[in-house]
């Protein structure tokens, strides 16, 4: 884990793809730090604050959760930080801190339909059975309907409440004095709701709100890389072929892939297969 530096006062360690590691942020005001989502293990968080100590940083004084999904959550235990959250993942936060998250249970519920093998397979590299026992799902002790804004010192971070296909109580964190804005995972499919699908009407409002907040920069949970304004333009207006071409022909698969080809002048790849797909399901 390395912590990278992307504005004078944000900075942020890269997601891990094996364990389902999301990306980490940290917003660092004169006054205090806000740290973004909690990793998802105490391992996680603990390697965290470590490389801010390693920064001379102090501690955070907060921690923002940009949506109820486990990897961003699980290392909330490990934070001696005030955890804030919209109120619907404070809602399925206490929900989860019924459940156990060992072997036994885990499977159970995969066999039920209540919990997904992708979150279950990986929960299973990240912790080991008997780590996944002494998990606590921490309550955030503040929860918010539609936004706060804190004062970090010379610093503001914004918490906006987005919602969309992922998850609907996906909330961003946006840094103006920085152009940053941390995305979680708000711009993905839903995982949770099967057949994994997007939405019209639920990603374009979000794309439209997130373009309107004219960041140089934005993080999303599970991209090694920042997206740069124009970056984010190129793939709302991808999206938007997208649907277009399937609102346009939506029994006709052949139909489609040919009108997507023609719009973006090149023969189709796997990925733009798999949003077909996603818009399909969402129609
Ligand atoms: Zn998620």
Redesign the pocket.
């Known amino acids: 884990m390395k912590l990278q530096q992307i504005t004078p006062h944000i900075y942020w360690v890269a997601p891990a793809e094996e364990t389902d590691r999301p990306l980490l942020g940290a917003v660092v005001g004169e006054q205090s730090i806000l740290m973004v989502d909690a990793g998802n293990s105490p391992d996680h968080a603990q390697q965290f604050l470590k490389l801010l100590k390693q920064y001379n940083f102090s501690l955070p004084e907060y921690v923002a959760l940009t949506?109820w999904?486990w990897?961003?959550v699980f290392g909330a235990q490990a934070l001696n930080a005030t955890l804030i959250a919209h109120y619907e993942t404070t809602r399925k936060l206490q929900e989860m801190s019924q459940l156990s998250w060992r072997d036994k249970a885990l499977d159970q519920r995969v066999e039920d339909g209540t919990e997904i093998e992708f979150c279950r397979d990986h929960m299973k590299i990240e912790l080991s059975d008997r780590q996944r026992a002494q998990i606590k799902i921490r309550i955030p002790e503040l929860s918010f309907e539609e936004q706060l804004t804190l004062d970090l010192g010379s610093l503001t971070a914004q918490i906006i409440h987005v919602g969309g296909d992922?998850?609907a109580d996906s909330s961003i964190v946006f840094i103006p004095e920085e152009s940053v804005v941390f995305l979680?995972?708000s711009i993905?499919d839903s995982?949770y709701e099967t057949p994994r699908h997007y939405t019209a009407q639920k990603i374009f409002p979000l794309l439209e709100k997130l373009l309107s907040l004219k960041a140089a920069y934005y993080l999303d949970?599970h991209s090694g890389q920042p997206m740069l304004f124009a970056e984010l333009e190129a793939f709302t207006e991808y999206l938007k072929t997208i649907s277009q071409c399937v609102s346009g022909n939506p029994a006709d698969l052949a139909a489609i892939k040919n009108a997507l080809s023609k719009a973006l002048a090149r023969e189709l790849n796997e990925e733009d297969l798999e949003y077909i797909e996603n818009f399909l399901n969402g129609l």
């Open positions: 949506h999904h990897d961003h992922h998850s979680g995972d993905y995982i949970g």
